[in-house]
């Protein structure tokens, strides 16, 4: 792992994920939450942190049956085990504070849960002035179709390192040997911050990230999606 490029600019990479009870993100809610955070060393970069919880329910939710038979949680699980949303909120805004760039592979709807969690228990202006890169996006400039994580680790020949088990903290694992692959692969992330592709079929789905410039992306792009931007 080098990640020389993100680290002439950034003095720690926080990579996330989240298990959800829907895709709904003003509806729905966060039951796990999983980060680490990569601080360069003496000898490269390396894991300063990792974090893996559930997250209790607001009264009244539930953990609906296809998330738990994907997920593996339940609403039990959370009753039991889950931290308050509080505490968590709390939690995160120490492990992205400094000069933190934030990391996930589909930021978009990772960062559109994690600030209306923000909004209602914690401070969403923890989220302000940092930058984002979104790994999905790097991904379709680099390879066809499909795009899903398990697409990446096994393109990447990663199978049997990491798993993309729809467990934020096995995701956010995957995530981070992706990205260390990404790295090797061309040394231009640091192009992508704060720039994530959409299906121009569909458009941006929900609503876009103030901080966050969109671009159409297509299944087959014949340039990378930055390329544009380099010429202004």
């Known amino acids: 792992m080098n990640l020389q490029s993100l680290f002439s600019k950034y003095d720690r990479l926080v990579l996330f994920d989240t298990e959800t009870t829907g895709l709904q993100y003003s509806r729905d809610e966060i039951i796990e939450f999983a980060a680490i955070a990569v601080e360069p060393g003496p000898d490269g970069p390396r894991v300063v942190q990792e974090y893996d919880e559930l997250v209790s329910l607001s009264p009244g939710s539930f953990v609906p049956p296809k998330i738990t038979e994907l997920t593996g949680i339940s609403t039990e699980d959370l009753r039991q085990r889950g931290l308050p949303k509080t505490r968590v909120c709390r939690d995160i805004a120490q492990l992205i504070a400094g000069n933190t760039l934030l990391l996930a592979y589909n930021a978009h709807f990772d960062l559109s849960f994690l600030f209306y969690m923000l909004l209602r228990d914690g401070d969403p202006a923890i989220l302000k002035g940092k930058d984002k ?14 795009h899903r994580l398990a697409s990446a680790i096994e393109v990447y020949g990663l199978s049997g390192r990491v798993v993309n088990s729809h467990r934020a903290v096995d995701d956010v694992l995957a995530t981070l040997a992706v990205m260390e692959e990404m790295d090797r692969e061309r040394d231009d992330l640091l192009s992508y911050v704060n720039l994530f592709g959409y299906n121009p079929k569909y458009g ?22 930055y390329w544009e931007e380099s010429l202004c």
């Open 133 to 146: 890169l979104d790994l999905l996006t790097v991904y379709k400039d680099r390879h066809p179709y499909p």
């Open 204 to 225: 941006v789905e929900g609503k876009p990230i103030g901080s966050v410039r969109y671009k159409p992306q297509p299944y087959d792009p014949v340039k990378p999606l």
